[in-house]
């Protein structure tokens, strides 16, 4: 049986795993930080794990994205999209009224991953203005805190799930800002693992580390997909953390690692004196029919 290291039970990454792999045969280990879920694979404690890269909202998850591109070396083997869709959690007796209304002034504290608090911050302005919002490692762990003190006027951020788990009620559903409000996960490890859902397509993610002095050396680079009419679904620097000033570009291109097109454009760039380190290159899931299923 394959093991898969995540975040918490009840979190986002729990749900969306569970979506994806559905009755697999998996056994699912957690961790509480995503430092553990990586190095889990490393240690050999897990042979996949379960990242989220990328948010709707907030755009890319650059701890996670460091981690993959200069702390490990594990491929990308698979990605999907998932639904990050928030609700206010709580133990309904602490904040309810008689006539079965949520009283919000009675809310101290509410904890959360810090990326699902800034997806619901039109709902914090109007509601719990005067709350304290504290970070937690995941949603999931939020929902963990808060159940843990009860009569401290602790709710959280959180999935259903998360809510089940750790015996709390929904107080407010769906309070992210945006209902197209989703997240990109991608599935690391060693080998290959099958899926049986149909893939939309395959993807290849690459680091390109282009030369120092090379004026229009990006211009190259790009132009190497270009003319070759190569997708690029994203294009995103970060800094090599070697020298000030210095930075790796990351791509995705829509195309499977073993074409030939894409084989001659890499051939192209590192002639142009340009580092080329391939991430991985995998199948694609999209997240179907999802307003009947969330």
């Not at 975040?7 to 792999?21: D, F, K, N, R």
């Not at 928030?86 to 101290?108: H, M, Y």
């Not at 070759?228 to 195309?255: A, H, M, Q, W």
Request: glycine letters at 6%; aromatic letters at 8%; proline letters at 4%.
């Amino acid at each position: 049986m394959k093991r898969i290291a995540l975040l918490p039970a009840g979190s986002v990454s729990h749900e969306a795993v569970e979506y994806l792999l559905g009755a697999e045969p998996v056994e699912l280990i957690h961790y509480k930080v995503i430092s553990d879920v990586f190095m889990a694979v490393v240690k050999g404690e897990a042979d996949y794990a379960v990242i989220p890269i990328e948010n709707t909202i907030e755009g890319s998850v650059s701890l996670h994205m460091d981690w993959l591109v200069n702390e490990v070396d594990i491929p990308m083997r698979a990605e999907w999209v998932y639904p990050s869709l928030q609700n206010l959690v709580g133990r309904r007796e602490e904040f309810v009224e008689e006539n079965g209304e949520v009283d919000f002034s009675k809310i101290v504290k509410v904890l959360s991953h810090p990326v699902a608090i800034a997806q619901c911050r039109n709902f914090i302005a109007e509601h719990l203005p005067h709350t304290e919002l504290e970070n937690a490692s995941s949603t999931a762990e939020g929902a963990a805190r808060a159940a843990a003190n009860p009569g401290s006027g602790w709710a959280a951020f959180s999935t259903k799930l998360g809510a089940e788990r750790y015996g709390l009620d929904i107080l407010a559903e769906r309070v992210t800002d945006h209902d197209n409000n989703y997240t990109r996960f991608v599935l690391i490890g060693h080998t290959p693992l099958q899926v049986k859902q149909a893939s939309e397509g395959e993807k290849t993610s690459m680091q390109v580390i282009l030369p120092e002095d090379y004026a229009g050396a990006l211009h190259q680079v790009l132009s190497a997909f270009a003319w070759r009419r190569l997708n690029l679904s994203r294009i995103e620097s970060r800094p090599t953390k070697k020298k000030l000033g210095n930075y790796y570009f990351y791509i995705d291109v829509l195309e499977s690692g073993d074409a030939l097109l894409l084989q001659a454009a890499i051939q192209e760039i590192e002639a142009l004196g340009c580092q080329v380190r391939l991430l991985g290159s995998y199948p694609c899931f999209a997240y179907e029919n999802a307003s009947s299923k969330v």
